[in-house]
Every structure is written in C-alpha cells, then in structure tokens.
C-alpha cells in the first residue's frame, strides 16, 4: 500500500472511529478512540490534532466531536464499509471476515466498484 493510502486510511478510521463511539455514546474521549482502533494515546493526540488542523474534528472541553464535513466524510466511509461488508455477506464470506476484509477494502475500491456492489445488493 503507497503512503497516501495509508494515510487516508488511518484518517478515516479515525474519522469512523469517533462517528461509531458517537453513536453509542453521549460524548467521546481520545482514550475512547484508542480503545477502539487498538493504538497509543500518542498515535490519537498525533491524528486528532490533524483532523482538528483539516477541520473534521473540533474539541469541546475534552470531549471530541466531529465539524459538519468530518461527519460527512466519516457517514460515506462508514456506508462504503455496509455496501462492501453486506456485498461479501451476499457471496457466503462468514459475518467475521466480512467484516475485517470491509474494513481494509473501503479504502482501497473505487466509488465505482462500491457502486457496482451497492447495485447487485438491490
């Protein structure tokens, strides 16, 4: 994978990371997103200050919370990961691996491809 994949990819996880928590949780905490994506609280501080610096995220007291276009950005990443999962669950790949190998593909497919899936699942 070239550096600019892998960097979009950790920015969109992060991006996931804090919608997902959002959702389940009335606030979110940098410890929350570092649980949750397996990482150091210094790999969250280094990502979250350049979300804030892109302006997807802002920070209310220590509370995160993501700027109308980080949550745009985060909703289409987390719909591209559904479309891709939902397309390997149609085929028979088990729930698991359905969802690990979303996880790596919504990164990488084209908004073409994801499109094509999202066609076949209708």
Request: hydrophobic share 35%.
């Amino acid at each position: 994978m070239n550096t600019y994949a892998k960097y979009h990819q950790s920015e969109e996880d992060y991006l996931e990371s804090i919608l997902l928590i959002g959702q389940k949780q009335s606030v979110v905490h940098r410890i929350d997103v570092a649980r949750d994506l397996g990482v150091s609280g210094a790999a969250v501080n280094k990502a979250i200050k350049i979300l804030i610096e892109k302006g997807y995220v802002f920070e209310e007291g220590k509370h995160l919370r993501l700027t109308e276009n980080g949550e745009r950005y985060a909703r289409a990443v987390f719909e591209k990961h559904c479309i891709i999962r939902d397309f390997l669950r149609s085929l028979g790949v088990s729930e698991q691996n359905a969802e690990e190998d979303a996880c790596r593909m919504e990164h990488l497919l084209s908004e073409e491809t994801v499109s094509a899936m999202k066609s076949r699942l209708s």
